[in-house]
């Protein structure tokens, strides 16, 4: 009988290559111990340095400094003694599985050699055929060349094994580390063997290759997390190596076992299993991927999937209620404003990776399923975009919550309605109980999902301010805050047809409805809008979207913060702001033109903030105005040498300055202080025009602004016009724009007079100039423009006071004008002797009211009107009129203006507003409710030519409807 080759055990009496390994386990449990020693005399030494000095402390130092170097030589042989061991058993076990393929072979090829023997016709009956032993003992022959192969290699094996017992050095040491056989978790003990991350990923691969660590990517996510309970120290330098391209499926599985043992950590403190500190513990490794991206490090697919999996782990439950979780876990007695910010930097790091996750500008572009198709992943962030149905299953159901609960016609409650058995007849003649379903008072306490809402958006408004949203993500936060604004709006409305006012519900005294407090609690939305205003190209898309943007401009904001955000970022104008300038122009279009479509019905419609806000586009596209249309479509962009505007139609600018003239209260701070903010950027565009020398470039100059006064003063004349009556009314209207005029002019040169004192200088351009002087436009000037000249109430000024202020503010058209003027010339006259009563001592112009106080002043200015003319021409050699240049653009614009503004047609017949939408009761509502009006009517039709259906209960129509009528709470 032929003996077949043999394995270790043998040759050696047995031993086994798994023996081998269990023989190393106890000496490398021992070193994990005396490793944790060698921390702890560290820790120990530490302790004893901040509680002595002098010669104390360094006597008292040396024990420990003693016994942590001893601990650590120990923990250091005696890993290296393990590692030896492993390195060993690998041997072994590359050796049996060589010696198992080659028995394998033997006993195949001889039976299959033998089968051909027997089976042979030639051969079957030869007496000297080789039997089976003979056939075995010949491939045995032929195969021993491989087997003295695997013996040779297993001695040498074993000799480098002993060499290096003998040879104890860092080299030898990163070696092993490298090749697996020492715990990666062990590699602190020698700081001066560091290792790359690759080299760290390498280990872990060789560990699981050679048996060290088992295959991950057998194991399943369970298998996998309870793993890495029962042996933490696997873990060490997974971060690093998370942050390498591409790892294999065994890695990657060890990535996501390590997400879910990272979330239980939340999960037990979300149990009240945890403490605060845990929290820390739980988020590090999000923390760490979330500082290398901010430190521009690109996320990586492990990256990427070890977040997906740690929110999935979390849940979308647990982190909705993550606030309030850690509010409870916080130690009693801290101040509030304390508490409030351990609660931010606690949730911070998960906040920063659901946005870094949805964003793919912070992603490797082979961060998706091209390089981890093993994980089952649709994350693809080199189109440019991550929908929704791409992010985190926990992330969806976030987004995709909604609140309130449905009436069955519509409408929405609070709360489900709750049951009421009643005793008595069943059906005719019948007895018993039944049950019946109850809409009372209860259902309007609270509203179902609110408070998950609420967490979402405390979450994610945690996150660090330099981190935003992707493109596609900030549009579907605001979705959801739109929308569930509209369920409030509706369970509020619902509320209302169900007969709660206030004086103590249902039968109560009080008749006032008053709207509910929960419907008051739009924080959570706000913030989600908030977030997505980091995205200015998430807040353009949103407001290019008609029904989102006049969702947002007529809600009836408690907390409108977050809206306020969302326009400012959408219609930003500053070059190099992380915006598509495009985009935001043509948002600001297409709210401006909105606006100017029925300028008066959109200033009921909205409450006092979204005015402000639309105010404040203005301003930012200031640009915009002056300029003749070139096309009629009110969201074409156009382009200059200072950038991008935002282009309106002659129309468009008109019925927005309209809309400006209307806003703000009835002394007129707001229009006033708008205006003024435009006659100074016309201003300084004049200046600039007079500073080059350049005729073509004043003339344009002079003729924009003299276009923006006239269509201006129209606007404002309209305003006052549908306010005044009487047989004074067109001089009374003429009385209000001159002075508002003057008093915005008043605004302008103290801020061109301010910015000139700061240094900020004079800008060409609308971006530099206005973000340079915007914070001067409101505030302390403003009103100490108005503190030195009120805006008087016209409705209660005689006709002999009305023509004194009419022929004050016709004289005082002139002044305006050479006011202006020696602003243009500021720096050129600024140190001449003949105008010291003009200029500051800095160069600036003289306040408006200080000019205007003093007849000298006054006389100086005029002269240097005269004067900076015949400059010009004489420098120039052009005869060119400022005065009319500017007055005939000015008296054009103004009878356009007018022309457009009388609201009827060539025949006299009345013309409905270009917008109709906002004109349109039911559009509105749908605005306000969203999807629950359709579902309202379809329930209860709206009979022709009858009452408008609120919620289920008919009401008479309202022509000038707004919702500041119905809800209380807004700002106005």
């Keep these: 009988m032929v003996a077949d080759f043999e394995n270790y055990g043998d040759l050696y009496g047995g031993v086994t290559a798994a023996q081998i390994r269990t023989a190393a386990e106890t000496p490398a449990q021992n070193t994990t111990v005396i490793q944790g020693l060698a921390g702890e005399l560290d820790g120990d030494d530490q302790a004893i340095a901040g509680q002595l000095e002098g010669d104390i402390e360094a006597g008292t130092r040396s024990n420990p400094q003693q016994a942590a170097q001893l601990s650590r030589s120990i923990a250091q042989k005696g890993n290296y003694a393990v590692g030896l061991m492993n390195q060993f058993a690998a041997a072994v076990e ?231 979780t850690i509010r409870n876990a916080i130690p009693s007695g801290m101040p509030p404003y304390a508490a409030d910010s351990m609660v931010d930097q606690a949730m911070r790091p998960i906040a920063d990776s659901i946005l870094n996750y949805s964003n793919p500008e912070v992603q490797r572009d082979d961060a998706g399923i091209d390089s981890a198709a093993y994980l089952g992943s649709s994350l693809s962030p080199a189109d440019g975009r991550i929908s929704l149905n791409e992010m985190p ?143 200015e190209n998430s807040s353009s898309t949103v407001l290019l979207e008609d029904d989102s943007r006049r969702a947002l401009l007529t809600a009836p904001w408690i907390d409108a913060s977050g809206a306020e955000e969302l326009i400012k970022s959408g219609t930003d104008h500053t070059q190099g702001g992380g915006g598509d300038m495009d985009l935001q122009a043509r948002a600001a279009s297409e709210l401006m033109s909105d606006i100017a479509g029925d300028p008066i019905t959109w200033e009921n419609r909205m409450g006092e903030n979204m005015s402000d806000s639309v105010l404040d586009v203005g301003s930012r596209w200031i640009d915009s105005f002056g300029r003749p249309a070139t096309t009629g479509t009110p969201d074409g962009v156009g382009h200059d040498e200072n950038g991008v505007f935002a282009q309106l139609s002659n129309d468009s600018q008109d019925g927005f300055l309209k809309f400006v003239a209307n806003s703000g209260n009835s002394n007129g701070e707001d229009p006033i202080a708008w205006q003024g903010q435009a006659q100074a950027y016309f201003d300084n565009q004049v200046r600039e025009a007079v500073h080059s020398g350049d005729t073509d470039a004043l003339r344009e100059a002079l003729r924009r602004a003299g276009d923006f006064d006239g269509r201006m003063k129209s606007a404002t004349i309209d305003w006052a016009s549908d306010r005044t009556e009487g047989e004074h009314a067109d001089e009374v209207a003429e009385i209000i724009e001159e002075n508002r005029r003057r008093a915005a002019t008043a605004t302008s040169i103290n801020v061109l007079s301010g910015i000139a004192g700061t240094g900020l200088g004079f800008v060409p351009g609308a971006g530099p100039f206005l973000s340079g002087a915007v914070g001067t436009f409101t505030g302390p000037i403003v009103d100490e423009v108005l503190g030195e000249q009120d805006v008087p109430n016209f409705d209660e000024i005689d006709d002999e006071n009305r023509d004194r202020l009419l022929q004050d503010a016709r004289r005082d058209a002139d002044s305006q004008r050479n006011i202006r003027i020696a602003s243009w010339y500021a720096g050129q006259y600024a140190n001449d002797p003949d105008y010291a009563s003009v200029y500051n001592a800095d160069g600036s112009p003289k306040s408006y009211y200080d000019a205007s106080q003093d007849s000298a002043t006054l006389s100086d200015m005029s002269r240097l009107a005269d004067n900076a003319q015949d400059d010009w021409n004489d420098r120039t050699g052009d005869s060119f009129s400022f005065n009319d240049t500017y007055d005939d653009t000015f008296d054009t614009s103004l009878e356009n203006a007018n022309a457009d503004n009388d609201n009827t047609d060539e025949d006299g017949e009345a013309v409905e507003p270009t917008n109709t939408d906002v004109h349109d009761d039911e559009a509105m509502r749908r605005y306000l409710y969203g999807r629950h009006l359709d579902e309202w009517y379809a329930e209860n039709p709206k009979p022709e030519g009858g009452p408008q259906y609120r919620g289920r209960q008919p009401v008479a129509p309202e022509n000038d409807w707004s919702p500041q009528e119905d809800h209380v709470g807004t700002d106005r």
Aim: hydrophobic share 30%.
């Design 94 to 324: 590359t050796f049996d599985e060589k010696v198992e393929d080659l028995n394998e072979r033997l006993r195949t090829q001889t039976q299959s050699r033998y089968s051909s023997v027997v089976h042979d016709p030639d051969m079957r009956d030869d007496p000297d055929r080789p039997d089976y032993n003979e056939l075995k003992a010949q491939v045995k022959s032929e195969l021993q060349g491989e087997y003295n192969t695997a013996v040779t290699t297993l001695d040498t094996a074993t000799d480098e094994v002993a060499s290096m017992f003998r040879n104890y050095s860092d080299e030898n040491v990163k070696k092993l580390l490298t090749s697996g056989y020492i715990p990666l978790g062990a590699a602190t003990l020698w700081p001066d063997v560091p290792l790359t991350p690759d080299e760290k990923r390498q280990a872990l691969q060789n560990a699981i290759d050679n048996g060290t660590l088992p295959d991950f990517a057998t194991m399943s996510l369970e298998e996998t997390q309870q793993y890495i309970q029962d042996n933490p120290e696997v873990s060490a330098g997974l971060l690093e190596i998370m942050a390498l391209p591409h790892l294999s499926p065994a890695l990657t599985n060890l990535v996501l076992g390590q997400a879910a043992v990272d979330a239980d950590i939340l999960n037990g403190v979300v149990e009240g299993d945890g403490t605060y500190n845990d929290i820390a513990d739980s988020t590090a490794r999000l923390q760490a991927i979330n500082e290398s991206i901010a430190d521009g490090h690109k996320m990586t697919a492990s990256e990427a999937a070890y977040i997906e999996q740690y929110l999935n782990s979390v849940g979308a439950e647990n982190l909705a209620g993550l606030s309030t």
């Design 393 to 535: 299953q926990a992330i969806q159901d976030l987004v995709n919550q909604r609140v309130g609960h449905p009436d069955g016609s519509g409408g929405l409650l609070g709360t489900a309605p709750g049951e009421e058995t009643v005793n008595g007849p069943r059906g005719r003649g019948g007895s018993g109980e039944y049950t019946i379903e109850t809409i009372g008072q209860d259902q309007f306490n609270t509203v179902d999902g609110l408070g998950a809402v609420n967490g979402w958006g405390d979450l994610l408004s945690s996150a660090s301010d330099g981190v935003r949203p992707g493109d596609q993500f900030g549009v579907d936060l605001a979705h959801q805050a739109i929308e569930v604004k509209q369920d409030l709006n509706t369970i509020d409305e619902t509320a209302e047809s169900h007969g709660y006012y206030t004086g103590g519900g249902r039968g109560g005294a009080g008749r006032e409805y008053h709207g509910l407090d929960f419907t008051q609690d739009d924080s959570g939305v706000s913030d989600l809008l908030g977030i997505t205003a980091r995205n």
